[in-house]
């Protein structure tokens, strides 16, 4: 019988990420005192779960949940409410995805695109960070950007949309698009600071559309 693959998540680790194999998740977490990592059955529930925290997986069966004490939400703080969010919303994987971004005090939306049809949260995560950075750059802003997306800030990172979505004539808007934002990140500089906002502390993030 063949061995099911497991997936693992590195919350904490050098890098942190998924990986495919326990030997590349051991290489990750060698060293790393207090090293957060967990398994998962398929790769979907391993994504879910990078996107969330290590404490809500945390414990028997991987659902155990508690809420932050007084001196974790001290250390994280408030949010910076000179600062813009975004976020994205799909029905279906893939289904018609939708993408925006606000302001984080007032709640104004700023920008919005879709819905695409064929799309993934992921891939529109990923276009609403690229959009929001040409966005501050444009307005020349010093404002910094949030996502609560783990996977699209390190796409962003290696400017690259790493989605295994497939092109299909549906979706062939959604791709160009996906290729634009491939080229703004390689033709551009910024200095924004995009930051992870920490849901478990402040709630769900301004530009949630509200699906959920």
Aim: proline share 3%; with cysteine; hydrophobic share 30%.
């Amino acid at each position: 019988m063949t061995k099911k693959q497991k997936f693992y998540v590195v919350w904490y680790g050098n890098p942190t990420g998924i990986f495919g194999s326990w030997e590349e998740c051991q290489r990750s977490i060698k060293g790393v005192k207090g090293a957060q990592y967990m398994a998962f059955e398929s790769f979907a529930e391993a994504k879910k779960a990078y996107n969330k925290e290590y404490t809500d997986y945390k414990g028997k069966g991987g659902k155990k949940k508690r809420t932050l004490s007084a001196e974790e939400l001290k250390k994280i703080g408030d949010p910076n409410l000179y600062s813009i969010t975004v976020d994205a919303a799909s029905s279906g994987n893939p289904g018609l995805m939708e993408y925006r971004g606000v302001d984080t005090q007032t709640h104004k939306q700023l920008f919005h695109q879709g819905p695409f049809q064929q799309g993934t949260n992921n891939v529109g995560e990923f276009l609403a960070l690229v959009h929001g950075l040409a966005f501050l750059q444009q307005q020349k802003s010093n404002r910094i950007l949030y996502t609560d997306s783990r996977i699209a800030m390190g796409w962003i990172k290696r400017k690259k949309c790493n989605t295994k979505l497939k092109a299909t004539s549906k979706n062939k808007p959604l791709f160009e698009l996906i290729s634009r934002a491939e080229t703004w990140l390689k033709n551009n500089t910024y200095t924004t600071k995009i930051v992870k906002w920490e849901t478990k502390a402040w709630g769900e993030i301004p530009a949630d559309f509200g699906r959920k």
